[in-house]
């Protein structure tokens, strides 16, 4: 089964096309295959740099530029393919340009073969595409620019919210901080390419909410101590003060996801979204999880399925069309899929 998924929440204009095979086994996502045919991304970097982060108004319109040169590079021989199904990212993300996708989408096909997909579900199946199975159950920590969120999956049907950030996302606190720092946006891998030559141990930023008994999290309180830092500070070594603040933020979310995975007493932990393209965060991961000698297996896509695309668009259409042959099967009384 073909799925084409269309992908315009924030700033990358993402077109792809993606096989499914095989059905849903519920324990494991063992009986899942998927294959990646295109995955196009048009990204607005450049267009939103000058301004420090991403202005809306200018997104759409790129949006709009972009759709069709992506749909036309994603054609075969010239012809507009017919995929079985059709996935577009409906929210949460900026409203002029979820709706540049979905119209565009609207135009072209019928309305019969669109699923409506969260873009937070985007990313958190992204780990369905490599090609390992994962025991259930499993704690996702979703971080990403506008995200925090920490999830229990029951299995690939069943999750639930253990909590989320108060206030700024992680993402967006490693962006804010980039800017007190003089550096461009996005700053996430910037700052962490700056940590590897510094010290984490130099300055000892603050770890919000660390030792709170509930799974939420705040941010913007780490990023006001590192404004105060730089203000306070004549000498600043910028590789010291990236490689603390990161440290910082990571030691939170490590430490929460987990104590959930123990309390929870889960098999898998898998990380998604922008922030999880850090490979010291992926890192600091896999040795906490060593050094506690739990028996966990630890997920992260690869890096260009971490941050926005529409490859895992699909996925996440793709399992809800699956739910709901799976719902109307059960209203008919038969229950196999
Ligand atoms: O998932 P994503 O592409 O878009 C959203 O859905 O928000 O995430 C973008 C966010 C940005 O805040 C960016 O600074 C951050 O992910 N990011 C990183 C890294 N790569 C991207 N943060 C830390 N380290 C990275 N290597
Ligand atoms: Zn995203």
Redesign the pocket.
Known sequence: MKILAIET????TAIALVEAKEGLSSSTSSGLRFKILKNLVASQIKVHQPFGGIVPNLAKREHLKNLPILFKKIAVNGHAINPDIVAVTVGP?LEPCLWTGINFTKELYKKSKIIGVS?LEG?LYSFLISKRKIEFPAISLL?????TILLLMKDLNHYKKLGETRDD????A??KV?RLLGLP?????I??KFAKKGNPEAVNFPRPMINQKNYDFSFSGLKTAVFYYLKNQEERFLADIAASF?AAAFDVLISKTLRAAQEYGVKSISI??????????QKQFKLRIKNLKLKIDFLAPP?FL????AAMIAVAGYINYLKEKKRRLTANGNLSI
């Open positions: 929440s924030c700033d990358e993300g873009h990313h971080v990403s620019g506008g995200h996302a992680v993402g967006e490693f962006d980039g946006y996005p700053a996430g891998p700052i962490e990161q998604s979204g922008g922030v999880a393209a850090n490979k010291t965060l890096k971490c941050t926005d695309n």
